[in-house]
């Protein structure tokens, strides 16, 4: 039997410190060439075997680790990164930090500098990589300004100059908008399919790279599933890893042969949805009871961003949102979406034009005081905490404020947020999901009227998506006015908002519902927004008419009420 | 205030992208360069002659293609820093020579020419890191015999000095939006405050620093003692010009 790119042999392995073993009894055996995605919920070991692949565990780390691992044949639980380096490449989840230098062309020069290869080599690989991933309007850029997207592209790149023969990526789309991901995937295939080499992709987002994968496996501290992806997406929650809604819809439906893709799920639908009778009513869209009746809370006026370098970051956008109102602001990166939230609380003052919060006028009053009426969540839950505790953390917003009965209040939220059992816990020591529920709370506590949360969906896991929705439709229902910026269309497709804002260069593209707006191509086009997947479908199928399902659950309903045979 | 004082900070020493003729100069000649200009400014106290070479440096920064805007924020703190200085210079004249008009005019005069001074300095330095990246610095330091390893170090300074200030920013900026008031309060009562941004901050680091550590393990960072360079350096007959002229008026003016 040949040698393989890797082999997992019984491997269990505890933290230093820890008495729960993050893995437990895995193996995996993956041959050259293949494209493994090894998906699961947060926390079910995704990272951890990813640093076992690489060495960096139990070399670095340290910790316990029983079993035997062999990457291109080397044995890494002995002979650790030193032994692989350029055998494998690794790319991690945020690209910022894996880039070392200041322009490109050096960052794809470094690794191959320290391992002593010769320049005119070094130079000839730049040019190939470089023509390999067209990047070459990237070449001569200073890295710390480029995008999400355009970093990782760089960390790829400088990481396949080296020729290696195993690529291991960790949640590499966490950090990248909706079409730096595809971008990135589709890079990935390529590489595969043209230089053969194997892809090991540890990731929850499956909805752009399933289609590519040779093979799915689902780890939760055990191996759960592994094999073909269609079967096994048959097999597993959706709560576990985010499926393509076409596949959901199929496993749901109980279909054979489970679609991975729209275009695949257009021959398995065809005719269930084209004998459907339009006869369906929403579910999704909550009646907002006499619009008029409501108060503005939020007035923005010909609102203008001119930021000191130069660059017009908002353009003439005007907006009203009304007491109760949930509402999403949508655009690709950079349209300006995290700039205008900045308006909301006066963290950034108009240009031109005014913005009036509550009835003050943002110009007018400082941040501390705007702050009582609009609480925004920022992306980054580690950039507010500083407390010892979760329920200091939680508490300190009301604190400042004077209210008596801060901590009173302080354990009320965290209660409701299932995060009562935690009080005196260091925010540190939360997974993601409970630190972005204690950002929240430490909002909630003072009990704005207006609150604002900037991609609050960012590096969650499906699971975790679902409870902070629930979190978002009862403090909508509570009667506070909610505002997102995402760029999560899947997400917000299963949403009860009211409105969508469209963003697209500083600009305000579209307004209307969620059905509005995801129905309208040239909309979604020109700001650079795919539709959700079962929106593509219908549309695929021409069978809109009358018929306008946002996700699988209103499309399920809408086969069971329209008749469909 | 504060803001606007780290964003100064931050442009003067980030590098442009933008190409120019200096972009190309021999990073040690760069060196020579700025290394004249503090014995420049150490040596000059005439008024007349610092501006004469700020103006003649303000056009090699043109040349750099140095973008406008940089220029204006770094002047901008370069004013708040120096407003400062002359503060705590009047509070302790006034303490040892008495609260005199001629204190305050002889004060301003003196801050004025240490003002000059220093953008004397700041002027070729902008010039500097807005034209070479560390690592052509680094390269030039190994060639005269230094070792990479201890040296990228500063590389990784200047590479993630802009991305702590940002990340600082925004964690002010959060802090503010909880209702955080920096700007409103007494010494005491800020420096309490304070906490709610270092914190935060240091922890940001500490992981940060975690995933670079583990990026440069496998990178082959320290992998063999010798690196390779894929450029070589070399000072042409132009970066010789350069410097023997920058040379040549430094002391032409330095001796009138």
Same mark, same amino acid.
């Given at each position: 039997?040949? #040698?393989?790119?890797?082999?997992?042999?019984?491997?269990?392995?505890?933290?230093?410190?820890?008495?729960?073993?993050?893995?437990?009894?895995?193996?995996?055996?993956? !041959?050259?060439?293949?494209?493994?995605?090894?998906?699961?919920a947060?926390?079910?070991?995704?990272?951890?075997?990813?640093?076992?692949?690489?060495?960096?565990?139990?070399?670095?780390?340290?910790?316990?680790?029983?079993?035997?691992?062999?990457?291109?044949?080397?044995?890494?639980?002995?002979?650790?990164?030193?032994?692989?380096?350029?055998?494998i =490449?690794?790319? /991690? +989840?945020?690209?910022?930090? +894996?880039?070392?230098?200041?322009?490109?062309?050096?960052?794809?020069?470094?690794?191959?500098?320290?391992?002593?290869?010769?320049?005119?080599?070094?130079?000839?690989?730049?040019?190939?990589?470089?023509?390999?991933?067209?990047?070459?309007?990237?070449i001569?850029?200073?890295?710390?300004?480029?995008?999400? =997207?355009?970093?990782?592209?760089?960390?790829?790149?400088?990481?396949i100059?080296?020729k290696?023969?195993?690529?291991?990526l960790?949640?590499?789309?966490a950090?990248?908008?909706?079409?730096?991901?595809?971008?990135?995937?589709?890079?990935?295939?390529?590489?595969?399919?043209?230089?053969?080499?194997?892809?090991?992709? /540890?990731?929850?987002?499956?909805?752009?790279?399933?289609?590519?994968?040779?093979?799915?496996?689902?780890?939760?501290?055990?191996?759960?599933?592994? =094999?073909?992806?269609?079967?096994?997406?048959?097999?597993?929650?959706?709560?576990?890893?985010?499926?393509?809604?076409?596949?959901?819809?199929?496993?749901k439906?109980?279909?054979?042969?489970?679609?991975?893709?729209?275009?695949?799920a257009?021959?398995?639908?065809? +005719?269930?949805?084209?004998?459907?009778?339009?006869?369906?009513k929403?579910?999704?869209?909550?009646?907002?009871?006499?619009?008029?009746?409501?108060?503005?809370?939020?007035?923005?006026?010909?609102?203008?961003?001119?930021?000191?370098? =130069?660059?017009?970051?908002?353009?003439?956008?005007?907006?009203?949102?009304?007491?109760? !109102?949930?509402?999403?602001?949508?655009?690709?990166?950079?349209?300006?979406?995290?700039?205008l939230?900045?308006?909301?609380?006066?963290?950034?003052?108009?240009?031109?034009?005014?913005?009036?919060?509550c009835?003050?006028?943002?110009?007018k009053?400082?941040?501390?005081?705007?702050?009582?009426?609009?609480?925004?969540?920022?992306?980054?839950?580690?950039?507010? /905490?500083?407390?010892?505790?979760?329920?200091?953390?939680?508490?300190?917003?009301?604190?400042?404020?004077?209210?008596?009965?801060?901590y009173?209040?302080?354990?009320?939220?965290?209660k409701?947020?299932?995060?009562g059992?935690?009080?005196?816990?260091?925010?540190?020591?939360?997974?993601?999901?409970?630190?972005?529920?204690?950002?929240?709370?430490?909002?909630?506590?003072?009990?704005?009227?207006?609150?604002?949360?900037?991609?609050?969906?960012?590096?969650?896991d499906?699971?975790?998506?679902?409870?902070?929705?629930?979190?978002?439709?009862?403090?909508?229902?509570?009667? #506070?006015?909610?505002i997102?910026?995402?760029?999560?269309?899947?997400?917000?497709?299963?949403?009860?908002? !009211?409105?969508?804002?469209?963003?697209?260069?500083?600009?305000?593209?579209?307004?209307?519902?969620?059905?509005?707006?995801?129905?309208?191509?040239?909309?979604?086009?020109?700001?650079?927004?795919?539709?959700?997947?079962?929106?593509?479908?219908?549309?695929?199928?021409?069978?809109?008419?009358?018929?306008?399902?946002?996700?699988?659950?209103?499309?399920?309903h809408?086969?069971?009420?329209?008749?469909?045979? | 205030?504060?803001?606007?004082?780290?964003?100064? @900070?931050?442009?003067?020493?980030?590098?442009?992208?933008?190409?120019?003729?200096?972009?190309?100069?021999?990073? %040690?000649?760069?060196?020579?360069?700025?290394?004249?200009?503090?014995?420049?400014?150490?040596?000059?106290?005439?008024?007349?002659?610092?501006?004469?070479?700020?103006?003649?440096?303000?056009? &090699?920064? $043109?040349f750099?293609?140095?973008?406008?805007?940089?220029?204006?924020?770094?002047?901008?703190?370069?004013?708040? @820093?120096?407003?400062?200085?002359?503060?705590?210079?009047?509070? &302790?004249?006034?303490?040892?020579?008495?609260?005199?008009?001629?204190?305050m005019?002889?004060?301003a005069?003196?801050?004025?020419?240490?003002?000059?001074?220093?953008?004397?300095?700041? $002027?070729?330095?902008?010039?500097?890191?807005?034209?070479?990246?560390? %690592?052509? *610095?680094?390269?030039?330091?190994?060639?005269?015999? @230094?070792?990479?390893?201890?040296?990228?170090?500063? *590389? &990784?300074?200047?590479?993630?000095?802009?991305?702590?200030?940002?990340?600082?920013?925004?964690?002010?900026?959060?802090?503010?939006?909880?209702?955080?008031?920096?700007e409103?309060?007494?010494?005491?009562? %800020?420096?309490?405050? &304070?906490?709610?941004?270092?914190?935060?901050?240091?922890?940001?680091?500490?992981?940060?620093?975690?995933?670079?550590?583990?990026?440069?393990?496998?990178?082959?960072?320290?992998?063999?003692?010798? %690196?390779?360079?894929?450029?070589?350096?070399?000072?042409?007959?132009l970066?010789?010009?350069?410097?023997?002229?920058?040379?040549?008026l430094?002391?032409?003016?330095?001796?009138?």
């Amino acid at each position: 039997m040949g #040698k393989k790119a890797v082999e997992v042999s019984n491997v269990t392995y505890y933290y230093p410190r820890s008495r729960l073993p993050a893995l437990e009894d895995v193996s995996i055996n993956i !041959d050259y060439g293949e494209f493994v995605v090894i998906a699961g919920a947060s926390g079910g070991g995704k990272s951890t075997l990813c640093r076992i692949l690489s060495g960096l565990i139990p070399h670095v780390y340290g910790g316990k680790l029983k079993g035997k691992v062999y990457v291109d044949g080397i044995d890494v639980v002995s002979n650790g990164v030193k032994s692989i380096i350029g055998k494998i =490449g690794v790319v /991690f +989840q945020v690209p910022e930090n +894996q880039i070392v230098n200041l322009v490109v062309e050096e960052e794809l020069a470094f690794m191959l500098e320290n391992l002593g290869v010769e320049p005119n080599v070094i130079r000839k690989r730049i040019e190939e990589v470089v023509k390999s991933l067209s990047i070459d309007n990237l070449i001569r850029r200073a890295t710390y300004t480029l995008s999400g =997207g355009e970093s990782q592209k760089v960390v790829l790149a400088s990481t396949i100059a080296v020729k290696p023969k195993i690529l291991l990526l960790d949640e590499p789309l966490a950090h990248l908008d909706p079409s730096s991901a595809l971008e990135l995937v589709e890079l990935l295939a390529k590489l595969n399919r043209e230089e053969d080499i194997t892809i090991i992709v /540890f990731e929850h987002r499956l909805v752009d790279l399933i289609k590519y994968a040779s093979r799915l496996i689902i780890l939760e501290r055990k191996v759960i599933a592994d =094999g073909d992806p269609r079967k096994v997406l048959s097999k597993i929650p959706t709560t576990r890893v985010e499926v393509p809604a076409v596949s959901e819809l199929a496993t749901k439906l109980k279909i054979n042969g489970i679609p991975l893709t729209v275009e695949e799920a257009k021959q398995c639908f065809k +005719q269930l949805l084209s004998s459907c009778k339009p006869s369906y009513k929403s579910t999704n869209t909550r009646s907002s009871s006499h619009p008029e009746k409501r108060r503005e809370v939020i007035v923005i006026d010909n609102l203008w961003h001119v930021y000191s370098s =130069g660059k017009e970051a908002l353009k003439n956008v005007n907006l009203r949102v009304r007491e109760g !109102d949930f509402i999403a602001i949508i655009g690709a990166n950079g349209a300006g979406k995290t700039t205008l939230i900045k308006h909301l609380n006066g963290l950034l003052k108009p240009t031109r034009g005014r913005v009036v919060v509550c009835g003050i006028d943002t110009r007018k009053a400082s941040v501390a005081e705007l702050s009582r009426h609009v609480g925004i969540v920022f992306q980054n839950p580690l950039h507010q /905490f500083f407390a010892e505790t979760v329920l200091e953390e939680a508490a300190f917003a009301a604190k400042i404020r004077g209210i008596d009965d801060a901590y009173e209040k302080a354990t009320k939220i965290l209660k409701v947020l299932g995060l009562g059992h935690l009080l005196k816990r260091s925010p540190y020591e939360l997974s993601a999901g409970e630190q972005r529920r204690l950002a929240i709370a430490s909002i909630l506590v003072y009990e704005p009227p207006v609150i604002v949360l900037d991609e609050p969906t960012a590096g969650l896991d499906p699971g975790l998506k679902i409870d902070l929705l629930g979190i978002l439709t009862k403090l909508v229902r509570e009667g #506070k006015t909610v505002i997102i910026t995402t760029h999560d269309i899947e997400f917000l497709a299963k949403a009860p908002v !009211d409105r969508v804002v469209v963003m697209n260069e500083g600009r305000v593209l579209a307004e209307g519902s969620l059905r509005e707006i995801f129905y309208d191509t040239e909309v979604l086009k020109s700001s650079r927004i795919t539709p959700p997947q079962i929106v593509q479908l219908i549309k695929a199928l021409s069978v809109e008419n009358g018929v306008f399902p946002l996700n699988v659950d209103e499309l399920i309903h809408t086969i069971k009420y329209s008749r469909c045979q | 205030m504060f803001r606007g004082f780290l964003e100064g @900070f931050e442009n003067i020493f980030a590098f442009s992208e933008r190409r120019s003729r200096f972009h190309g100069v021999d990073p %040690r000649v760069k060196m020579m360069y700025i290394a004249a200009s503090i014995v420049i400014a150490f040596l000059i106290t005439d008024p007349l002659k610092l501006s004469v070479l700020i103006l003649f440096n303000i056009v &090699l920064a $043109v040349f750099s293609k140095i973008p406008l805007d940089r220029f204006a924020s770094a002047f901008k703190s370069l004013a708040i @820093f120096t407003a400062i200085i002359y503060i705590i210079n009047f509070v &302790l004249r006034i303490v040892f020579e008495g609260p005199t008009i001629a204190t305050m005019i002889n004060t301003a005069l003196f801050i004025a020419n240490v003002a000059l001074r220093m953008i004397l300095v700041a $002027v070729p330095l902008m010039i500097f890191t807005n034209t070479t990246t560390p %690592r052509e *610095v680094l390269q030039g330091l190994v060639s005269l015999g @230094f070792s990479y390893k201890y040296l990228y170090v500063i *590389v &990784l300074g200047m590479r993630f000095v802009p991305i702590v200030f940002r990340e600082v920013l925004n964690i002010y900026d959060a802090q503010r939006s909880r209702g955080v008031e920096f700007e409103r309060s007494g010494v005491i009562d %800020r420096i309490k405050k &304070l906490k709610t941004i270092v914190i935060p901050a240091f922890v940001c680091s500490m992981l940060r620093a975690r995933d670079l550590l583990e990026a440069l393990e496998l990178k082959g960072y320290g992998y063999r003692n010798y %690196r390779t360079f894929y450029k070589s350096l070399g000072i042409s007959k132009l970066d010789l010009v350069f410097i023997v002229s920058i040379l040549a008026l430094y002391s032409t003016i330095a001796m009138v």
